[in-house]
């Protein structure tokens, strides 16, 4: 088993053992299984799949951040964390809907970069909702 956890601005999310780890990082996608070598790796808007002691998964959107393991231990570092049964599914559609306006504005005073990401986000939680 893997202990792992979860640490946002506001504290601690999740601390439970897992018998995997399943995130996205900026050069693809990995699974983590225990005794897996270390690593250190950015991690962007994705779902986040646990699977416990049960064989279940628990499914989470992760705004991005941070993913290090070390000898059976694992955190993830994220500004932002969602249980699919906390996703607000028409907020993210209407975050969704404002991110793809400012991308289609193209105006100076728009920030690209902060409007591409936020639609990122958005999508990320819709996905994770339908699942």
Do not use: W
Request: with cysteine.
């Amino acid at each position: 088993m893997i202990a792992f956890k979860v640490v946002t601005p506001k504290g601690e999310y999740l601390k439970q053992d897992v018998k995997s780890i399943h995130v996205k990082t900026v050069i693809g996608e990995t699974t983590i299984l225990p005794n897996h070598m270390p690593i250190f790796a950015s991690l962007v808007p994705c779902k986040l799949v646990l699977k416990n002691e049960n064989d279940e998964e628990e499914v989470y959107a992760i705004s991005g951040g941070f993913l290090q393991f070390n000898k059976n231990e694992g955190m993830i570092l994220a500004d932002a964390i969602e249980g699919k049964k906390d996703i607000d599914l028409e907020r993210a559609k209407k975050s969704m809907e404002r991110a793809k306006e400012r991308l289609e504005k193209k105006d100076s005073n728009t920030n690209l970069k902060r409007a591409q990401l936020s639609l990122e986000r958005a999508i990320n939680r819709i996905h994770v909702y339908g699942e």
